[in-house]
């Protein structure tokens, strides 16, 4: 180190641009471009460590080692130039690389893998805990492994129900229970419920504890079984298992809307979990007081008793992240425009998001071509014409559009009515919904006059195979997503 030491001047700069970034909204992003650890200097440089050479080189392109130069010089008073090495967890993977390869039995040789990850890619080594026993009673909790808190993306959308998850993870049945998610489809829910049940699990076997009773399950598998219990006589077992849990987490809990005798037995199995105080965690797609009477009031006020907490869709710079953190963990890299591509045009859906990185790594791979922005453009079109109309038409437009196309009124498309001229204009209005929107069959059933889940599949899987030998049904379908597209536009 050189007898100047510029550490104290950039600790300063970055603290600087830091309350910048943070003070205009855009934390996420400095977290995400300033990724840097000091290491050494002499007369005129100061060496960094990052994490990829991919990421060093887009620092630089969009400005960020600029900045920062700039800033340290005005603090200090000398020419100063930012340089590189990359940080000792990239080195040290990159040697594990090449010494195991073989023995990983993996399809990329160790010099392809040290390749990806000089190129932008670094890899994210498991050291969970393991043993036969405690990795049999995790899988009984059917927890997804990859779902945990390191693993999750945090940005402005997601920062306040992930600090809740975290806060709940850390001291399971105290702090935050029950906790309620909600949000769209494809935001984070069900990773950030699944990360709390790792965490307790993995936390009670770090510190030789007993292991904690974890039940991850839809609410739809959670009626499926109750309803097997009844039918076969075995609603105490049922009982047994669910209300001595020390962890409850059900997803997509919409999917209760009129089933009551299986709310019925959720309210006595969150009483049952409530007086022993054990964490309980539920997702579902709007929030309770959106509910209408399709849930028994003593459910709700229970789900009410807690925290709830939404996720929105994410800024540009957690999709981003989303993506970077994506190619780490694959130790792939594509070239930043088409990373950057996805992340611009996929807005509502962080699920499509990682969807189309996948597609185009596959594509990549699979055809043995150099990928480009012009086949990314191509080949994802169809993938960002959904996604920009995900979540943005609202289920009573689609309504208006069809019911005035069809001549009938809203109250008709809603009803119970069997009338060829009323029962098909609905089954149109719920596919163009699903398809539209991706709204879950709970919520298409809600909209449309409360019926139940089975139904509105019927009513989307009727015009599907109807489009498969009917060319004008398809060509009034696109006319009405056109219209219901202009709509939304006036």
């Known amino acids: 180190m050189s007898e100047q030491n510029y550490k ?37 440089e100061i060496i960094v460590s990052v994490p990829s050479e991919f990421m060093w080189n887009r620092m630089n392109t969009m400005g960020y080692i600029n900045l920062l130069q700039n800033k340290i010089e005005e603090l200090c008073g000398q ?27 993996t399809n990329v040789s160790a010099q392809n893998s040290l390749s990806a990850l000089s190129a932008g890619s670094t890899v994210s080594i498991d050291n969970s805990y393991k043993n036969t026993e405690s990795s049999f009673q995790k899988k009984n909790s059917f927890l997804n492994e990859d779902f945990t808190f390191e693993k999750f993306v945090n940005g402005e959308n997601t920062e306040f129900a992930y600090s809740a998850a975290l806060a709940a993870a850390q001291n399971p049945g105290k702090t935050y229970s029950p906790l309620l998610i909600y949000g769209g489809v494809g935001l984070g829910k069900t990773h950030l419920m699944q990360a709390i049940g790792n965490f307790i699990y993995d936390n009670a076997v770090k510190n030789n504890k007993p292991v904690p009773k974890i039940v991850y399950i839809s609410a739809e598998n959670f009626t499926n079984e109750f ?3 009844l039918r076969d006589k075995t609603t105490e077992k049922f009982k047994s298992k669910y209300r001595n849990l020390d962890v409850l987490l059900l997803d997509d ?40 009477n399709n849930i028994e009031e003593r459910l709700k006020s229970r789900f009410k008793m807690g925290t709830s907490i939404d996720i929105r869709s994410p800024t540009y710079e957690t999709r981003l992240a989303i993506l970077l953190k994506k190619l780490e ?4 890299d594509i070239p930043y425009e088409v990373v950057d591509f996805i992340a611009t045009n996929i807005q509502t859906n962080v699920r499509e998001l990682q969807g189309c990185l996948i597609k185009m790594i596959n594509y990549a791979s699979l055809l043995n071509k150099p ?16 996604d920009v109309s995900t979540g943005t038409i609202t289920i009573d437009v689609i309504q208006k559009v069809v019911a005035n ?5 809203i109250s008709e498309i809603k009803s119970d009515k069997r009338k060829k001229n009323i029962v098909f204009p609905r089954h149109i209005a719920i596919y163009i919904a699903r398809e539209l929107g991706d709204y879950a069959y709970t919520t298409l059933g809600e909209e449309f006059g409360g019926k139940d889940h089975s139904t509105m599949m019927n009513s989307v899987e009727k015009i599907k195979e109807q489009l498969k030998t009917d060319s004008s049904l398809k060509a009034t379908i696109d006319s009405l997503i056109k219209e219901i597209k202009e709509y939304k536009r006036n």
């Open 405 to 409: 196309y069809f001549k009938i009124s």
């Open 8 to 44: 104290v001047f950039w600790d300063e700069a970055l603290n600087q641009i830091h309350e910048e970034y943070k003070n205009n909204g855009k934390e996420t992003e400095f977290n995400l471009w300033f990724n840097m650890t000091y290491e050494n200097d002499n007369s005129s």
């Open 79 to 105: 020419k100063i130039t930012l340089s590189y090495i990359l940080n000792k967890d990239t080195k040290d993977t990159i040697k594990e690389l090449s010494q195991s390869s073989t023995e990983q039995n």
């Open 371 to 386: 990928l480009t922005l012009e086949i990314a453009q191509n080949e994802l079109k169809d993938e960002i014409s959904r």
């Open 227 to 229: 309803t097997k219990s």
């Open 329 to 332: 963990i694959l130790q792939k």
């Open 253 to 292: 809990i919409h999917f209760l809307i009129n089933k009551d005798s299986t709310q019925e037995e959720l309210f006595y199995t969150f009483e049952a979990l409530l007086s022993k105080h054990a964490q309980m965690v539920f997702t579902c797609d709007r929030p309770i007081s959106e509910f209408k």
